[in-house]
Nanobody
Framework: QVQLVESGGGLVQPGGSLRLSCATS????????MGWYRQAPGQQRELVAR???????MYPDSVKGRFTISRDSAKNTVYLQMNGLRPQDTAVYFCHALIGGTNYWGQGTQVTVSS
């Protein structure tokens, strides 16, 4: 059973930074892609960053230039560096991975941007 464990959420002031981590029980190159989604109360879950096993990345316009996804293959960990945080970035952030046609999700970590 593939496990994804997130960490790094918390409370930050507008304009601040946070780095989320997603540790997996599998080698990250086993996944077709890994990424981060977020879900705010009453909202649909949305993609905020994705990285393929080849290293290609993609971001929606809402976070482009502020968020960066990266990986450390030695630690089987994917990161989401979030800079210039805004109150509208407040949400539960979920790590996601696709392997063998199956989607896997972490338990989520809360990010709150507020003064």
């Amino acid at each position: 059973q593939v496990q994804l464990v997130e960490s790094g959420g918390g409370l930050v002031q507008p304009g601040g930074s946070l780095r989320l981590s997603c540790a997996t029980s599998e080698t990250i190159f086993s996944f077709y892609f890994m990424g981060w989604y977020r879900q705010a109360p009453g909202q649909q879950r949305e993609l905020v960053a994705r990285i393929t096993n080849g290293g290609s990345t993609m971001y929606p316009d809402s976070v482009k230039g502020r968020f960066t996804i990266s990986r450390d293959s030695a630690k089987n960990t994917v990161y989401l560096q979030m800079n210039g945080l805004r109150p509208q970035d407040t949400a539960v952030y979920f790590c996601h991975a696709l392997i063998g046609g199956t989607n896997y999700w972490g338990q989520g970590t809360q990010v709150t941007v507020s003064s």
